[in-house]
């Protein structure tokens, strides 16, 4: 069996003591660690299970015990079956007691010792343990990233966001392709306000504040993305990301991510890790292929499963010439078979022109229009099995 920890504290001291002593332990290791033991940390605990469902929590309330306290409450309140390992220097039978009633299962007193971490780990194997956050009531993160440049991922994300919101789902589309800024010329929006200000506010963070300086587009999404120019990238990091995102589940439905193609960034890592499915998306020339094989290497490295990663083939033609490849050329390279196909069509240069989303106008867009709506059941678990031009 293995052993799947996320880790809790402030202390990166502590944390680190934890990585170690697991390389003890056979088929163990950390998912995720949390810096902050707030009342916010069930939320990244939910998107964590969501990926990894045997995973069990070690929380560290030593720097605000009662903070530390209230947060387990929250996560044991969230995860019932959630495997709690509470940690403190002081270990009288009071400071234990009050951790077993908040929900932990089991102490560790601080510093750590080898042997009683060992022993902990040992019952807490003995312990069944898969939890379910099938009833979680956070909203799903889902991202576009292209393994390639003018693949269509904008146009992707664009229309995947029309259709959430066309179905009453509260939604947000982030633009996190801090180049390209596509975005919003695609909705034919001019935003006042952009992720700077979004972090400048995180503290403050709340629905009104946020909601107050977005835009929503006509189509009922709220849209975020880049300052427009260039040199203003400013200040906004991985971290800060995080505790956006942390904000958006909790209060929105669904939150689609334009992650444009630059995996390697930060900020773009820190999406995709937040994800609950990510699509990357691809053409059928070769070097799309190419990149989309490196892309998933990398992806698969970083701990996401296949049913996580989805690949979906934009401008797909099945009649094609031999510089581009076929599905079933595509899904033997990338040993996994693509998700979707998006046809070429004319119609999404045409709603490009018009700076509106293909989906917002039924009638010209005709057999795309459904097409695209079918990926969308599909990928939202709408309907089993998708009709259509499903790949
Ligand atoms: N299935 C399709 N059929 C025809 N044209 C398409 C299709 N998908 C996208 N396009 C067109 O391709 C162009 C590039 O699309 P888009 O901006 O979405 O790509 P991108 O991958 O986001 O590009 P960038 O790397 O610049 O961010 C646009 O003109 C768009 O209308
Ligand atoms: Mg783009």
Not at 99 to 109: E, H, I, N, Q, V
Not at 310 to 318: C, D, G, L, W
Request: glycine content about 6%.
């Amino acid at each position: 069996m293995s052993v799947n920890l996320l880790v809790a504290s402030s202390d990166e001291h502590f944390r680190e003591i934890i990585r170690e002593n697991l390389l003890n332990v056979p088929n163990s290791k950390v998912l995720s660690e949390y810096t902050d033991v707030n009342t916010n940390l069930y939320i990244r605990v939910l998107q964590d299970l969501e990926r990894h469902p045997d995973a069990a929590l070690v929380a560290d309330i030593s720097f605000d015990p009662e903070a530390g306290l209230a947060a387990l409450q929250k996560v044991k309140q969230a995860v019932p079956e959630l495997y709690v390992i509470a940690s403190n220097f002081q270990a009288d039978g009071e400071t234990v007691l009050a951790c077993l009633r908040a929900g932990a299962s089991d102490f560790l007193t601080q510093p750590l010792k080898r042997l009683e971490f060992r022993e902990a780990i040992t019952r807490m194997e003995a312990t069944p343990r898969r939890v379910s956050t099938g009833g979680s009531r956070l909203g799903k993160i889902y991202t576009f990233i292209g393994a390639k440049g003018g693949v269509g991922t904008t146009t992707l994300a664009v229309n995947f966001a029309g259709v959430l919101a066309q179905r009453k789902q509260n939604s947000v589309l982030l633009d996190m392709d801090w180049t390209a800024n596509d975005v919003a010329m695609h909705l034919g929006a001019a935003p006042q306000y952009t992720l700077m200000e979004v972090g400048e506010n995180l503290s403050k963070m709340d629905q009104a504040l946020f909601e107050g300086f977005v835009t929503r587009d006509p189509l009922g999404f709220i849209l975020v993305g880049p300052p427009d120019a260039l040199e203003q990238r400013g200040y906004f990091t991985e971290p800060m990301f995080r505790e956006f995102s942390t904000f958006l589940v909790e209060k929105y439905q669904a939150v689609v991510v334009d992650a444009g193609r630059n995996i390697n960034d930060d900020v773009v890592l820190g999406a995709l890790q937040a994800s609950n499915t990510i699509f990357l998306v691809l053409t059928q020339d070769y070097s799309s292929i190419r990149n989309a094989q490196r892309y998933l290497a990398f992806l698969m490295r970083m701990g996401f499963t296949q049913d996580q990663l989805k690949i979906v083939v934009n401008r797909y033609q099945k009649k094609h010439d031999m510089h581009m490849a076929s599905l079933e050329q595509i899904t033997s390279t990338l040993n996994q078979p693509a998700f979707y196909g998006i046809p070429q069509s004319p119609a999404f240069p045409a709603s490009l022109n018009k700076a509106r989303p293909m989906i917002s106008d039924r009638q010209s867009a005709g057999e795309l229009d459904r097409i695209f709506r079918s990926f969308v059941d599909k990928a939202t678990g709408v309907k089993k099995e998708a009709v259509g031009k499903s790949a």
